[in-house]
């Protein structure tokens, strides 16, 4: 092999051992922020969550597993959030019902206590309540997505409105009233 194809084989080798070693610290970075997304302050959580989709989509799976750190993340960051995390989070607590739903009630209620008071809480509901996760898939116009929109909606709702229907503790009324707004959700949907 003449001299100058190997030294411009070995530039290219440098070269690229050198950028993988420059992209891992990224990766290791990214990590690191999913990790501490707990120690965050709730707006720099805020903003962690709208830039970065792998650790937003993590932490809403997190929350919708109803589990109790998950659902304390949910507490300290619905405050700070904005349009499009407001809607996830919410979407994803309500979800949280299914699989906790004395919980995830109780956070609603915490939640809806320290921003608008009492008296807003019934307007809070309609979103963590009412919302599947097949509010956000683009179905229109295809038969097949629009079924399985419908059958996702009406499973997820039903579950909801059975986990709500469980619950005994101070936060009956929001319970009850989570369920009302389920039940107007699963009939919108299956009248469609």
């Known amino acids: 092999m003449p001299k100058s194809l190997s030294s411009v084989l070995l530039v290219l080798f440098i070269q690229s051992a050198c950028a993988s070693k420059t ?31 792998a650790i937003a989509s993590s932490a809403y799976k997190g929350i919708e597993s109803g589990d109790s750190k998950w659902l304390d993340l949910y507490k300290r ?64 116009g295809n038969k097949q997505k629009e079924r399985v929109a419908k059958d996702t909606a009406s499973r997820e709702l039903k579950a909801k409105i059975k986990a709500l229907q469980s619950i005994k503790s101070n936060n009956l009324k929001t319970a009850k009233d989570c369920r009302e707004i389920a039940q107007q959700a699963l009939k919108r949907w299956t009248s469609k």
């Open 23 to 53: 992209e891992a610290p990224l990766q290791v970075q990214s990590e690191a922020e999913a990790r501490d997304l707990f120690s965050l302050s709730p707006r720099e959580a805020v903003s962690l969550l709208a830039k970065d989709e």
């Open 77 to 140: 960051v619905r405050p700070a959030s904005d349009a499009s995390v407001s809607e996830s989070i919410d979407q994803s607590v309500g979800l949280a019902i299914i699989h906790n739903p004395t919980a995830a009630i109780d956070a609603i209620v915490e939640v809806s206590k320290g921003e608008m008071g009492q008296r807003a809480l019934l307007q809070y509901l309609h979103w963590p309540c009412g919302a599947t996760s097949a509010d956000f898939s683009e179905s229109e």
